[in-house]
């Protein structure tokens, strides 16, 4: 078949092995249609590269009111937090949610196979979660359904996305502590690979660090659950160093060094200065009192739902990157360094 004229009805309908009323009746969601081939049908639209005219208008008249979701890992109190605050605004807006993750860290198979799972159920549009799923894997679903990115900014063509402004909040976090008068602050650096956001924050605090006339030093981890083994096996070189301060890519890797501090003895504790970063959940407890900084992951999951609906339903066909702004949350980790 020439491929270099645009394709019409009756090329989906010789691709799929059907009549042309067919087609017409599964693209605009008219009429009876068999499962088995309305789905030759779809696949035949994508493959040729009408999806975007006529299927995806017949998505929407023939929509089921759900959203999938697809979360990284429940068990991290940012994931748990940003689903409810999904589902909140979702049945705001009379929609549903089906979500899915897995019962570990969901690697990049793992979640191309859950969103397939859920273009199975017919979903009318996703929301996607899990920071190591790379642009050039979502944007092929894009021929499909309409698709937001929560808690990563994305610049692809037609991925929007909402996210936090990790770069602005890791300088906020460095600039407390350089105005408490620490100059030697030791940063844990997670991977990239691991977490996007975490190195985010991690590489703004050594930046904002380093232009204050500080000197950063740098604690290298491969993911957040390795910083409080890697500072306590580091300690000696921190010390040595006349390390003051250590600043963490969350609230969870925070308490972990904390504990390591605790367990060394008073000294130590009363040495150092510790910041966490997230500031939601128990952990930011004014009884805790740790020093972090509060991002709005719940406005991120109720802006992520908003904006996909008015996808959903044809309100914009513009892409988006909203970026939000939280705020340093004081509390007793952090000390000035004469106190």
Known sequence: MNRTH?????????????????????????????????????????????VAN?????????????????????RKPYYAYLQAAMQAEAERHDYRIVTTTNARDLEVEDAVREIT????????????????????????FLDRLPVVV????????????????????GAAMAAHLRSLGHERIAVALVDHTYSHRYHERGTAMLEEVRRSGGEPVLLPARRDLDVGERFDAEFDRLDAAG?????????????????????????PAERYSVTGYDGYGPLASPYI???????????????????????????????????????????RTAR???A
Do not use: W
Not at 154 to 162: D, F, I, K, Q
């Open 54 to 74: 006529a299927m995806a208008r017949s998505l929407v008249r023939a929509r089921t009111r759900t959203i999938g979701v697809v979360l990284r890992d429940v």
């Open 150 to 169: 929560a808690g990563r900014r994305e610049t692809a063509p037609g991925l929007s996305s909402v996210s936090t402004d990790d770069t602005a909040g």
């Open 243 to 267: 390390v003051t301060a250590v600043m963490c890519p969350n609230d969870a890797a925070a308490m972990d060094v904390l504990e390591a501090l605790r367990s060394r003895g008073a000294g």
């Open 336 to 338: 000035a360094v004469h």
């Open 117 to 140: 799972n859920l273009l199975s159920l017919q979903v009318d549009g996703l929301v996607i979660a899990p920071a190591r799923l790379p642009s050039d894997v979502i944007t092929p």
């Open 6 to 50: 645009t394709p019409t009805i009756l090329d989906v309908a010789a691709e799929a092995g059907v009549s042309k009323s067919a087609v017409s009746r599964a693209l605009l969601g008219q009429g009876s249609v068999s499962a088995e081939n309305r789905e030759r049908i779809e696949a035949a639209a994508t493959k040729l590269g009408y």
């Open 289 to 331: 009192g740790l020093t972090t900084f509060r991002t709005p992951q719940e406005e991120v999951g109720r802006s992520a739902v908003d904006l996909l609906i008015e996808k959903i339903e044809e309100r914009t066909d513009q892409d988006k990157s909203v970026s939000l702004r939280g705020s340093v949350i004081v509390g």
